[in-house]
C-alpha cells in the first residue's frame, strides 16, 4: 500500500464525503471517493506530457482556486480529462478552456440550445457572431471555403494565435442557426492541445468566445470569471495563461487574394509577414 492509500485508510470522512478528486500519482490516476486532495507544485509538471505548453503547466501554480469549487467543477486542462470534456459537449453542455490567448468558453456549435446558453452567460448580443474551433487545419473546409486561399496560407498562420474569416459557403457542415445570415465565419486553431484533442473528439465545430461577461475584461485566469463557474459544467484550469489580454488577431480572408485586419489581437506582425509572403494585399478601406 503507497503512501496516498495509507492516508485514504485513515482519514476515510474529513472533508467533501461526496465529492469525487483525482489523485496523479506516477502517470497512474487513482479515483478516491472521498479524500481531499490539494494540488502540489511537483504534480503540475505532469500536464508536459497530457496537453498543456510549457508555459501554461509552469504557470499553473500561481491561478489558485478555492478548494471546495476545485472539487466541483474544476479540473486540471490535460488529456486526463478530454474525454469528460467531449462528453459534456456532446451533451448540450458549456465548458470553459484555456487557448492560446484567452480562456473561453466552449460548446457544439451544432446545438442551437448550448449556443443560446453562452449568449445568455455572457450577456452577448445575438447579433455579434461566435468563432468556430476546430482540431486540425484539415478539417476547416468542412465548415468554410478555402479553395481560393493560396496553398499553405491557412496551415502557415494556424495552429497559432489568429482568427481567419473565411465564407461559409452553401456545402458548409455548420448549422445554419449559428450566426444566422452570415455567409462568413470565423475559425480558430489554437495552439493549445486540450482544446484541440476536445474538438476532435468531438468531430465536430466548437463553438468558441472568451470566458468573460460582454464587455468586460478578458479573462487570464479562471479566477478572473470565477462568477461564471456556476454556469459552466466543467472548468479546465491551463494556469495564468501568457497574453496580454489581446486576444488572437482577426484577419478576413473572404475576398480571394486581398486580406483586412479586423483586430490587431496579439499576433498582428507574424500575421502580416505571412499574408505578405503569401503575396495578399491589404483591402483599401471602403469610401
Same mark, same amino acid.
Not at 499553473?60 to 478530454?82: F, G, I, S, W
Given at each position: 500500500?503507497?503512501?496516498?492509500?495509507?492516508?485514504?485508510?485513515?482519514?476515510?470522512?474529513?472533508?467533501?464525503?461526496?465529492?469525487?478528486?483525482?489523485?496523479?500519482?506516477?502517470?497512474?490516476?487513482?479515483?478516491?471517493?472521498?479524500?481531499?486532495?490539494?494540488?502540489?507544485?511537483?504534480? %503540475?509538471?505532469? $500536464?508536459?506530457?497530457?496537453? !498543456?505548453? =510549457?508555459?501554461?503547466?509552469?504557470?499553473?501554480?500561481?491561478?489558485? #482556486?478555492? &478548494?471546495?469549487?476545485?472539487?466541483?467543477?474544476?479540473?486540471?486542462?490535460?488529456?486526463?480529462?478530454?474525454?469528460?470534456?467531449?462528453?459534456?459537449?456532446?451533451?448540450?453542455?458549456?465548458?470553459?478552456?484555456?487557448?492560446?490567448?484567452?480562456?473561453?468558453?466552449?460548446?457544439?456549435?451544432?446545438?442551437?440550445?448550448?449556443?443560446?446558453?453562452?449568449?445568455?452567460?455572457?450577456?452577448?448580443?445575438?447579433?455579434?457572431?461566435?468563432?468556430?474551433?476546430?482540431?486540425?487545419?484539415?478539417?476547416?473546409?468542412?465548415?468554410?471555403?478555402?479553395?481560393?486561399?493560396?496553398?499553405?496560407?491557412?496551415?502557415?498562420?494556424?495552429?497559432?494565435?489568429?482568427?481567419?474569416? %473565411?465564407?461559409? $459557403?452553401?456545402?458548409?457542415? !455548420?448549422? =445554419?442557426?449559428?450566426?444566422?445570415?452570415?455567409?462568413?465565419?470565423? #475559425?480558430? &486553431?489554437?495552439?493549445?492541445?486540450?482544446?484541440?484533442?476536445?474538438?476532435?473528439?468531438?468531430?465536430?465545430?466548437?463553438?468558441?468566445?472568451?470566458?468573460?461577461?460582454?464587455?468586460?475584461?478578458?479573462?487570464?485566469?479562471?479566477?478572473?470569471?470565477?462568477?461564471?463557474?456556476?454556469?459552466?459544467?466543467?472548468?479546465?484550469?491551463?494556469?495564468?495563461?501568457?497574453?496580454?489580454?489581446?486576444?488572437?488577431?482577426?484577419?478576413?480572408?473572404?475576398?480571394?487574394?486581398?486580406?483586412?485586419?479586423?483586430?490587431?489581437?496579439?499576433?498582428?506582425?507574424?500575421?502580416?509577414?505571412?499574408?505578405?509572403?503569401?503575396?495578399?494585399?491589404?483591402?483599401?478601406?471602403?469610401?
Amino acid at each position: 500500500m503507497n503512501i496516498p492509500e495509507r492516508i485514504a485508510v485513515r482519514l476515510p470522512q474529513l472533508v467533501f464525503p461526496s465529492s469525487e478528486v483525482v489523485l496523479y500519482n506516477h502517470n497512474r490516476v487513482r479515483k478516491l471517493g472521498f479524500v481531499p486532495f490539494l494540488t502540489h507544485k511537483r504534480d %503540475l509538471g505532469l $500536464g508536459l506530457g497530457l496537453g !498543456l505548453s =510549457k508555459k501554461m503547466s509552469s504557470s499553473m501554480e500561481n491561478c489558485h #482556486v478555492d &478548494v471546495q469549487n476545485k472539487l466541483e467543477v474544476v479540473r486540471p486542462a490535460t488529456e486526463v480529462y478530454a474525454q469528460e470534456a467531449i462528453e459534456a459537449l456532446k451533451a448540450g453542455k458549456v465548458i470553459a478552456v484555456p487557448t492560446d490567448t484567452l480562456y473561453g468558453f466552449a460548446c457544439d456549435a451544432c446545438s442551437l440550445e448550448a449556443v443560446n446558453r453562452i449568449y445568455e452567460m455572457k450577456g452577448r448580443k445575438h447579433t455579434s457572431p461566435l468563432a468556430i474551433c476546430v482540431g486540425d487545419v484539415s478539417q476547416i473546409k468542412h465548415f468554410a471555403v478555402t479553395e481560393y486561399l493560396p496553398h499553405g496560407l491557412l496551415d502557415s498562420l494556424l495552429p497559432g494565435p489568429v482568427t481567419v474569416i %473565411l465564407r461559409r $459557403g452553401e456545402s458548409s457542415a !455548420l448549422e =445554419k442557426s449559428l450566426n444566422p445570415g452570415l455567409d462568413s465565419v470565423g #475559425v480558430r &486553431v489554437p495552439d493549445c492541445n486540450f482544446i484541440r484533442v476536445v474538438a476532435r473528439g468531438l468531430g465536430k465545430a466548437v463553438a468558441l468566445t472568451s470566458a468573460n461577461l460582454s464587455g468586460q475584461p478578458s479573462s487570464l485566469c479562471i479566477k478572473d470569471f470565477e462568477n461564471l463557474w456556476n454556469r459552466c459544467a466543467y472548468v479546465y484550469d491551463g494556469g495564468v495563461l501568457p497574453s496580454n489580454r489581446a486576444g488572437s488577431t482577426i484577419v478576413d480572408l473572404t475576398r480571394p487574394g486581398k486580406y483586412k485586419i479586423l483586430r490587431p489581437g496579439s499576433a498582428k506582425e507574424e500575421t502580416l509577414a505571412i499574408l505578405e509572403k503569401h503575396s495578399l494585399v491589404e483591402e483599401a478601406p471602403a469610401i
